[in-house]
């Protein structure tokens, strides 16, 4: 039996196994389907703190990687399919059959962001265009045109934070209101520099010689036209995927599949002996440095647990 499972293998995962394995708790770490998590996605991270020339997300996850393992943290290539949190020892059940069972489990799954699926979305996402984090990526897009697709309070705040760095941010909505909160809307709506195209969804993202994003064509729900506009960026603001399925009635999630830190705490469960860091619980920051301060305090607190 292991001391400690963690499923999981982003920025929250790792840092959970630097602590755990520091610990000498020797944490075994699934690294799921996309090992590295969501940061490896990503081009440059310029705001971890350590790296003042910025850092590729995927050298940044293996740096971590690297510095589990050098104390001792077990890295299997593979995902969890279910588990059985009711008895005192914890059941992990993978992709592949297997059960693994531990004294305490660490959940670090992280979220998917919802995209919109436009032809060269994907295509274009992660350093050449097409991004889901202002926060990231904002900083590569100075005196360009930009779009943000989406009318929750995500794409407000992440037009406004756009606004630093783009000369224009085009809001670009599936209906003529905005669903974020009226503080966000009248912001947004008010910034000289976002302007909203209403009744409008992504179609395509198109792409120049160099294989960047050169503009994108939307098109009016209302007539069914299709335009082109312009911009050297889209950045897609249609809200967060939890990847939380394995561990549905298993501990306490909202409705959209968040999981709830037991009142009063920010790392334990619902279930005594299982913890969670990152994204999957946190829809707010979902920042990196927010995720692995998540991971020290879910393996400091795992420590201290059994
Ligand atoms: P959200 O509130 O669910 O909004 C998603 C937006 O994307 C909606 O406007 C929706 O359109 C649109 N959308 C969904 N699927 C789409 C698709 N396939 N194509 C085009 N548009 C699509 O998500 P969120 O903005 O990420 O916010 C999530 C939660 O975090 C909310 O509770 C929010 O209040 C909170 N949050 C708070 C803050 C803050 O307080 N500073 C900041 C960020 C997020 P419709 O409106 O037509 O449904």
Same mark, same amino acid.
């Given at each position: 039996?292991?001391?400690?499972? *963690?499923?999981?293998?982003? !920025?929250?995962?790792? =840092?959970?196994? *630097?602590?755990?394995?520091?610990?000498?708790m020797k944490p075994l770490v699934f690294a799921g389907a996309q090992p590295g998590g969501?940061? /490896? /996605? =990503?081009?440059?991270?310029?705001?971890? @703190?350590?790296? @003042?020339?910025?850092?590729?997300?995927? +050298?940044?996850?293996? #740096?971590? #990687?690297?510095?589990a393992q050098k104390f001792g943290a077990k890295i299997e290539n593979g995902s969890v399919k279910s588990v059985d949190f009711s008895g005192e020892i914890k059941k992990v059940f993978t992709e592949d059959g297997l059960e693994?069972?531990? $004294? &305490?489990?660490?959940?670090? =799954?992280?979220? $998917? @962001?919802?995209? =919109?699926?436009a032809k060269g979305e994907a295509e274009l996402y992660g350093g050449r265009g097409v991004s889901a984090c202002a926060t990231c990526d904002g900083a590569f897009y100075k005196g360009k045109d930009v779009i943000v697709v989406g009318g929750g309070d995500s794409a407000c705040e992440e037009a406004l934070f756009l606004t630093r760095f783009a000369s224009s941010v085009k809001l670009v909505h599936r209906r003529d209101q905005l669903r974020a909160s009226k503080i966000m809307a009248d912001r947004a709506l008010s910034n000289e520099k976002i302007t909203p195209l209403w009744f409008s969804v992504l179609e395509e993202v198109l792409q120049d010689e160099e294989g960047f994003c050169r503009g994108v064509i939307l098109k009016n729900v209302q007539t069914g036209e299709l335009y082109e506009v312009a911009c050297k960026g889209v950045f897609v603001a249609i809200g967060h995927i939890p990847s939380t399925a394995p561990f549905k009635g298993h501990v306490d999630m909202d409705e959209e599949g968040y999981i709830i830190p037991a009142p009063g705490t920010v790392v334990n469960t619902?279930? $005594?002996?299982?913890?969670?860091?990152? +994204? !999957?619980?946190? $829809?707010?920051? &979902?920042?990196?440095?927010?995720?692995?301060?998540?991971?020290?305090? %879910?393996?400091?607190? %795992?420590e201290a647990s059994v």
């Open positions: 039996m292991e001391e400690v499972i *963690i499923i999981g293998s982003g !920025c929250a995962g790792m =840092t959970a196994a *630097i602590y755990a394995a520091r610990a000498s969501l940061l /490896t /996605t =990503t081009s440059d991270v310029e705001n971890f @703190p350590g790296f @003042p020339a910025g850092i590729n997300g995927f +050298d940044l996850l293996w #740096r971590m #990687r690297e510095q693994f069972q531990a $004294k &305490r489990v660490i959940i670090a =799954t992280g979220a $998917k @962001p919802r995209m =919109t699926g619902s279930v $005594k002996n299982v913890f969670v860091a990152g +994204d !999957c619980s946190d $829809k707010k920051y &979902r920042q990196a440095v927010i995720a692995a301060g998540m991971g020290s305090m %879910a393996a400091i607190e %795992a």
